[in-house]
């Protein structure tokens, strides 16, 4: 069961984070009070969160049967890589930015080694090419790229200047990434929340050896480059979720209506951007599904035929142009 309430919550991995921490100051003979505190709060969340009835139902897809070890290799080679590294190709590069202001006598050859496995990946997401249309032999080869890739890092970080707390700070930011992520190599489905918070720590591991670097983030330009992209970003994501919030309620109302009508299976499309949310469109008759059933006051007969979003007036602007 572990393994799927830690895919289901950040509280686990808050457990197991603050563990982490505990041995590490105990280890480094720091103060282990606030880790202490930490800890003893996380086990005490947890404790009230798995009270909740919605954790003792029968089909709740919190169970261990979810797991996987069979599928471990296959989904290394595919939709975790793919989803964890390949995806994220501009941090990539940021990354093989940061190492290469931190190395000290900078070179061809370290600029290579630094930048072709973050090039690589860059050009492989500009052009839209993903594991399907691969061969087994080039996924171990990008398997192996991203694992040179992470040695090289964690040597460069080792080797760099840098103060250790930085160092462990990064290094600790690297490894909550990974920790919030890696039960998806035998557990599904995905947790968004897991996803989004381990790309946040990975920024966070990548500002901290920026920090570093002879780029002056104290700057006024640099300051206000900042709070452009900060800006951006809000907007971006607000107009994501705006758009979302409208097109839910167009569906919701349609779907009201025909099961108004008497229709007893209806179609309800998906949102176009889900992976921002969770669980946005459930599968019919799971948990989640039946909820929003009771939510909106429809029939638990009801059958959703669930289809991919798409856009009628677009359809009609292309015919009207033609």
């Known amino acids: 069961m572990l393994t799927q309430l830690f895919i289901?919550?950040?509280?686990?991995?808050?457990?197991?984070?603050?563990?982490i921490g505990l041995i590490t100051a105990i280890m480094l003979n720091e103060q282990i009070l606030p880790y202490i505190s930490w800890l003893a709060g996380a086990v005490v969340g947890a404790f009230i969160m798995f009270s909740n009835s919605a954790?003792?139902?029968?089909?709740?897809?919190?169970?261990?049967?979810?797991?996987?070890f069979h599928t471990f290799n296959s989904t290394l080679l595919t939709?975790?890589?793919e989803l964890y590294v390949k995806h994220n190709a501009l941090l990539l590069v940021l990354f093989s930015t940061a190492m290469y202001l931190l190395s000290k006598n900078k070179s061809l050859e370290k600029l290579l080694l630094f930048f072709i496995p973050s090039g690589y990946f860059m050009l492989r997401y500009l052009f839209n090419i993903s594991w399907q249309q691969q061969s087994i032999v080039v996924l171990v080869f990008e398997l192996l790229l991203i694992i040179n890739f992470l040695g090289t890092l964690?040597?460069?970080?080792?080797?760099?200047?840098?103060?250790?707390?930085?160092?462990?700070r990064?290094?600790?930011?690297?490894?909550?990434?990974?920790l919030l992520i890696a039960p998806f190599l035998i557990v599904r489905p995905y947790g968004p929340r897991n996803i989004l918070t381990s790309y946040v720590f990975l920024g966070l591991a990548l500002f901290e050896l920026l920090r570093y670097t002879k780029i002056d983030f104290t700057s006024r330009w640099s300051k206000k480059i900042a709070l452009i992209l900060v800006a951006c970003l809000t907007l971006f994501f607000l107009d994501l979720h705006g758009i979302n919030k409208f097109e839910d309620s167009q569906r919701i109302a349609q779907l009201k209506q025909e099961v108004n009508s008497g229709e007893e299976e209806v179609e309800l499309k998906r949102l176009p951007y889900e992976f921002i949310g969770h669980?946005?469109?459930p599968p019919d008759g799971s948990v989640q599904g039946d909820r929003q059933k009771m939510h909106h006051n429809i029939s638990l007969d009801t059958r959703f035929n669930i289809v991919n979003y798409h856009d009628s007036s677009l359809d009609r602007l292309l015919e009207n142009e033609q």
């Open 8 to 19: 289901e919550n950040l509280t686990i991995a808050s457990i197991l984070i603050a563990g």
């Open 55 to 68: 954790y003792h139902m029968d089909n709740n897809m919190r169970g261990f049967s979810n797991a996987d």
């Open 79 to 81: 939709e975790w890589s």
């Open 154 to 168: 964690i040597v460069v970080i080792s080797q760099s200047q840098i103060p250790f707390s930085s160092k462990r």
């Open 170 to 178: 990064s290094f600790s930011y690297i490894i909550i990434s990974l």
């Open 279 to 281: 669980d946005l469109t």
